[in-house]
């Protein structure tokens, strides 16, 4: 694994430039943190933990300003930072219409955690409390079950993502509300 080129700092810079909308902006901050969980949890090297922080962060940093050459645009914007190739992969393969293949545990995480935590979001915002903490695993399938809520949000493709990590899905339910507590504060929520 090659060091990383870019840093966080360019990286949050980068997604204020690009993203107006406070909630995409909160939604890769949400990323950043399940990503940063999952590299603990798989024990990746500090080096590579870096990376899976900045490819949670910067994956959806196009989509606002460039919806149809989302990812390209932040791709291109990587690859001239100089980043490494699995980050580029793991940005592009991001979802499952892109048509990219995941080479990597990183590229597979990013895939697994990108539509679930905007899914924990919507379920956090119809609670009473609106509090990330008072979430749980079971509310959470319950609502993945609920044909119209939160429609936008592909259930097969959150499903695919736990599967891609070899984790149950109320397992990584678990795992993603845990790490997005982390940044609740950040998250509004």
Known sequence: MSFCMINRDQTFQKINELI??????????????AMLW?????????????EWGIVGLIHD?????YPSQHPRVIVEWLEQQGASDAICNAVSAH???FGVEPKTLMAKTLRGVDELSGFIVAVTLVRESRRLSDVTVDS???KLKTSGFAKNINRDHISIGAEQLDIDLPQHISNTIDAMNAVSTELGL
């Open 95 to 97: 979802g499952i219409d």
């Open 38 to 50: 999952y590299a603990d949890y798989f024990k990746v090297s500090p080096s590579e933990r870096i």
């Open 61 to 65: 940093a196009d989509w606002e300003k």
């Open 20 to 33: 107006e909308n406070n909630n995409l902006v909160k939604h890769c901050l949400a990323v950043e943190a």
């Open 140 to 142: 959470v399938l319950k």
